[in-house]
């Protein structure tokens, strides 16, 4: 312990002066790695371009969904005094957007006009259902194929990782685009404002796995552990005003801020649990302009470093042009190298082997995204900054995974995660608010089909959450500039993002 943090202090006292591999990094000019059209193909021996198809036709349906909703809103509103309007825009919407609108709203715009917000907001609503109730079928070509699997992870020697993306919308597709790796219950996904997870909430979780595995519950749990990754993140194209919402768009304040999160996390489990009782931890930076990735390499005692990371951006356009031999060796290579640099980025002795195998899989499979976003993207995504369709607090749908879907706020109650929900309605301000529209917020939370009682435990406390919300920004409320649903899903069964409510619940109630 007194080795940890005398580490922690030097490197905390040290300036952000980048050691020699950044300051090779910086060389690099922050263009698109790979952009559509330039030459026959720009395809890297490593891309799987199988999966990017597949991967690429799932936005575009998802992607559709929600494009096309403002003008099929419009279609209807011009025939808002039509004799027959309620049932000419009852067959628009289920024709075009696959779902019926509130029928109150349409019988009553008669009187006082239509309610465009709340039909606007009823139908991100209904369209992220339908992404939800879809999301089998639809991600059957690429979700197993994805090459970072329980197999993978177990032969690094994890039983679970537990991820804490920022909430930005531009992690949302972490998981599956960026890291490729296989969604399952193995893989925890917990989004907090800056990456700034909840230290006593990831013990509780921790302590249960701990549990799971000393029982024998969890295969091979002797040799396994668990681990622990915070995701923060940047943008290299617009450093100053679209990085990290909660950090100011201050990519230093970022990193430090996610990296003392993980400190604090094994500092926590060492003093509760015993010293060496804490888990695994690994730091990553994405670049959301072109989702390439920072790792942070860990060392020998598990300690990681702001300086001392390897850039997938690099590692593609270096090995770019070798065969897939040859690449897989340069990323070890560099590897090898950002491990035994010298200067303030120098840790104590090279981290184990099985961190090493996840470094090396994590940054040849991120090789296919760079790629993803260069052939199909032009090389660099058209929004760099927030584009998301809808807010969701509580608790994430895991079938929806997808760059800027939505913006999510993990919580259990609203003074937990009032932060992280103030930096929500704050971009929703400039995305929908600015523009006439409201704030659709989803107020979701999961329950245990198996335990008697779970169902309505938890419909209560997502009502609970969405009168909170509701009342935390009265003078939006008041305008109707926020629209709640309430949502409930059945994690052991296939009951998923059950609406409690078919229509949206009036404002300020």
């Known amino acids: 312990m007194d080795t940890r943090k005398r580490l922690l202090a030097m490197r905390r006292s040290s300036s952000f002066e980048p050691g020699p591999a950044a300051r090779a990094d910086s060389a690099v000019p922050p263009g698109p790695v790979c952009v559509a059209g330039a030459g026959p193909r720009c395809e890297h021996s490593l891309t799987d371009v199988h999966i990017n198809a597949q991967l690429f036709h799932y936005e575009q349906r998802v992607r559709q969904r929600f494009a096309q ?24 919407a289920q024709q075009q957007l ?4 509130p029928g109150d709203l349409l019988e009553r715009a008669w009187v006082g006009g239509l309610d465009l917000r709340r039909l606007h907001s009823h139908c991100i609503m209904s369209s992220l259902k339908l992404c939800v109730d879809e999301a089998q079928s639809e991600q059957a070509g690429w979700r197993l194929r994805l090459p970072i699997d329980d197999n993978v992870l177990r032969q690094c020697g994890y039983h679970t990782v537990d991820i804490s993306p920022c909430a930005d919308g531009r ?33 509780a979780d921790w ?39 909660a950090h100011g768009s201050r990519d230093r304040v970022a990193t430090d801020a996610a990296l003392a999160r993980l ?43 702001p300086h001392r990371y390897i850039d997938t951006a690099l590692l593609y356009r270096e090995t770019l042009g070798m065969s897939p031999d040859a690449a897989r060796a340069r990323i070890g290579a560099r590897i090898a190298d950002a491990e035994g640099m010298g200067g303030p980025g120098e840790g104590q002795g090279a981290m184990h082997e099985g961190m090493r195998r996840l470094v090396a899989s994590l940054a040849e ?23 998301e369709e809808c807010i969701v607090v509580g608790e994430a749908p895991h079938p929806l995974q997808l760059r800027n879907l939505f913006y999510y706020a993990h919580l259990d109650t609203i003074e937990e995660g009032a932060a992280d929900l103030d930096v929500g309605i704050g971009i929703f301000n400039n995305l929908n608010l600015v523009n006439g529209l409201a704030a659709p917020v989803l107020v979701h939370f999961s329950y245990d089909s198996r335990v008697p009682g779970s169902q309505e435990r938890s419909v209560a406390r997502a009502r609970q959450v969405r009168d909170a919300v509701l009342r935390r920004f009265p003078d939006l409320t008041d305008k109707g500039q926020v629209n709640c649903q309430v949502a409930v899903s059945d994690r052991r069964g296939t009951v998923w993002c059950q609406f409690i409510a078919d229509v949206l619940p009036s404002v300020g109630h």
């Open 263 to 305: 400190d604090e996390l094994r500092d926590a489990v060492d003093r509760s649990f015993g010293e060496g009782a804490a888990p695994d931890t690994l730091l990553i930076g994405v670049d959301t302009d072109i989702d390439a990735l920072r790792i942070h390499l860990p060392d020998a005692l598990g300690q990681m470093n």
């Open 171 to 203: 992690l949302q597709g972490l998981v599956p685009f960026i890291l490729r790796m296989q969604p399952g219950p193995n893989v925890h996904v917990k989004a907090y404002a800056g990456a700034l997870f909840d230290v006593e909430s990831d013990i």
């Open 207 to 245: 302590a249960q796995r701990e549990v799971e595995r000393l029982s024998g519950a969890i295969a091979d749990g002797d040799r396994l552990n668990y681990l622990k990754v915070a995701a923060y993140h940047f943008s290299s194209s617009h450093p100053a005003d679209q990085g990290c919402a």
């Open 98 to 101: 696959g779902f019926r609108l």
């Open 69 to 92: 909703i403002v003008g099929v809103l419009k279609q209807i509103s011009a025939h808002q005094h039509d004799a027959d309007f309620a049932e000419q825009a009852q067959q628009l």
């Open 365 to 387: 499979a991120n090789i296919s995204q760079i790629e993803y976003v260069g052939h199909h993207h032009g090389g660099r995504y058209s929004v760099v900054g927030h584009d």
